[in-house]
C-alpha cells in the first residue's frame, strides 16, 4: 500500500486535521496561484479543500491542486470537499440551462482526482457511493449529527424535513413530519433565485417542540416559510437547522426574527451560527 500524504487548503486550518497545507495566494488581477509544497509522487494524497464561500476560485484551485498532483505522479488523489457548490443544479428547468453540478464533477475527474468525498450533496439526496459524471463520490450525512445537536434538552420533539429531497435526513427519527414544497418561477433580471411558491404540511405541530432540519440554507426561503408554518400551526417551540448555512439574503435574522428558538449549522462553511463540527466526520473518513 501507499504511503499517505493529508494535505490541507489554508480555509481549512481551524479543522484541526494535523495536514501539510497547500499555498494558495492570488496573483494581482485576482488569478488563483496553487502549490503543493511536499513530495507526493507516489503517495495516496487526501487534500481538504472548502470550495465556499467564494465558490468559483475555490473550484479553480481545487482543479489546479489536483491536477498539480496528478502531474507530481501521486499514487492516488481524493479530494474532500465538505460543501460541494454547484451542486443545486442538477435538473433543467428551462431549456438549455448548464447542468453544473454534473460538468463541476467530471472537471474533477479530468483534472486526475481519483475520489471525491462530501457531505450531504444536494443533488445525491442519501448516503452512499456514488459515480457522479464519472467521478467516484462518496456522499456522508451530517444529518443526525445536526438533529442530535437540535433536539438537546427537548422532551419528545417532532423533527421536520421541509421537503421530500431533505427526508432522508430525519429518516432514523421514530417522530418525524415531511412538508411539501413547490418553488416557484425564477426572479426577475439576473437572479437564478427560485423562491418557494408553496409549502404544506400534513401532520399536526400543535402544543409541540419542533426542531426542521434542511441539507441547506440558502437565500433562507424554505426554511423562513417552514418556521411560519410551525408557528401558524401552534407550536411550542421551533428550532432550525441545516447541514450548509450559506445565510444569505439576511436569511439567519429572518429566521430569528421570525421566531426561530435556535439556529444552528455545521462549520462544513463557517459563520457565527456553524454550531456542529466537521473535523471528527472528515477524519473517520481518511
Ligand atoms: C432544496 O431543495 C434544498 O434542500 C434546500 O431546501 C434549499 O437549497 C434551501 O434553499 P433556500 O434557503 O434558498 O430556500
Redesign the pocket.
Known amino acids: 500500500m501507499a504511503e499517505k500524504l493529508l494535505l490541507k487548503s489554508p480555509n481549512c486550518a481551524d479543522l484541526g486535521l494535523k495536514a501539510e497545507p497547500i499555498e494558495l495566494k492570488h496573483f494581482p488581477d485576482g488569478e488563483s496561484y496553487v502549490r503543493i509544497p511536499v513530495e507526493a509522487k507516489g503517495k495516496d494524497v487526501v487534500l481538504v479543500h472548502r470550495c465556499y464561500p467564494e465558490p468559483d476560485p475555490s473550484l479553480i484551485q481545487l482543479f489546479l491542486a489536483i491536477r498539480q498532483l496528478a502531474e507530481m505522479k501521486a499514487a492516488s488523489i481524493t479530494a474532500v470537499v465538505p460543501y460541494l457548490p454547484y451542486a443545486?443544479q442538477d435538473k433543467r428547468f428551462l431549456q438549455g440551462e448548464a447542468m453544473s453540478s454534473e460538468t463541476v464533477c467530471k472537471m474533477m475527474k479530468e483534472a486526475g482526482c481519483s475520489r471525491l468525498l462530501t457531505f450531504d450533496c444536494?443533488f445525491l439526496k442519501k448516503e452512499g457511493d456514488f459515480s457522479c459524471g464519472g467521478m467516484p463520490t462518496t456522499n456522508v450525512s451530517l444529518g443526525p449529527k445536526v438533529v442530535e445537536f437540535l433536539k438537546q434538552g427537548l422532551e419528545n420533539p417532532l423533527v421536520i424535513s421541509?421537503?421530500e429531497?431533505?427526508a432522508y435526513l430525519t429518516e432514523k427519527e421514530k417522530e418525524k413530519g415531511v412538508m411539501k414544497?413547490v418553488?416557484g418561477d425564477y426572479g426577475k433580471g439576473k437572479s437564478a433565485?427560485r423562491?418557494?411558491a408553496k409549502l404544506e404540511a400534513k401532520f399536526d405541530v400543535k402544543g409541540r417542540d419542533v426542531v426542521i432540519v434542511?441539507?441547506?440554507?440558502?437565500?433562507?426561503?424554505?426554511?423562513?416559510k417552514a418556521l411560519k408554518l410551525c408557528l401558524e400551526g401552534g407550536a411550542k417551540t421551533v428550532r432550525c437547522g441545516?447541514v450548509h448555512g450559506?445565510f444569505?439574503n439576511d436569511?439567519a435574522a429572518r429566521l430569528s426574527s421570525g421566531g426561530a428558538s435556535q439556529v444552528a449549522c455545521t462549520n462544513s462553511i463557517k459563520s457565527s451560527l456553524s454550531k456542529i463540527d466537521i473535523s471528527d466526520s472528515i477524519k473517520m473518513l481518511l
Open positions: 443545486r444536494h421541509p421537503d429531497g431533505a414544497k418553488r433565485y423562491e418557494v434542511d441539507d441547506i440554507i440558502a437565500g433562507g426561503s424554505t426554511m423562513v441545516a450559506l444569505l436569511a
